[in-house]
């Protein structure tokens, strides 16, 4: 990879446009919790103030919006890990993941 790359992919969050103690900030602490792009940023935000509701608990039109998006969001990772979406389950982190299988 190589520099201009790096950056592109930097740009891409906006908190890595940060400076800490007069230093570009360098986040390593992804598995606690991960920085997120400015494209995911502003896809929640518009899924939290115009379909936020539960997924598989209602049948009134936000939850049914609400569970088309995860499915669909399921199904375009199933699709890009090359798996059946079925076999996708989401956690709610590292640690719920291991609990789950352990």
Do not use: C, W
Request: glycine residues 4%.
């Amino acid at each position: 990879m190589n520099s201009d790359t790096l950056t592109q992919i930097r740009n891409d969050f906006p908190i890595l446009s940060r400076d800490i103690h007069g230093k570009q900030l360098i986040y390593l602490d992804s598995a606690a919790s991960s920085q997120k792009p400015q494209k995911v940023i502003d896809a929640m935000a518009n899924f939290m103030s115009t379909s936020y509701a539960n997924v598989h608990r209602g049948v009134h039109q936000l939850a049914s919006e609400s569970t088309d998006a995860y499915e669909h969001s399921r199904r375009m990772v199933a699709d890009f890990a090359g798996t059946k979406p079925e076999q996708i389950v989401f956690t709610m982190g590292a640690t719920d993941a291991i609990n789950m299988v352990a």
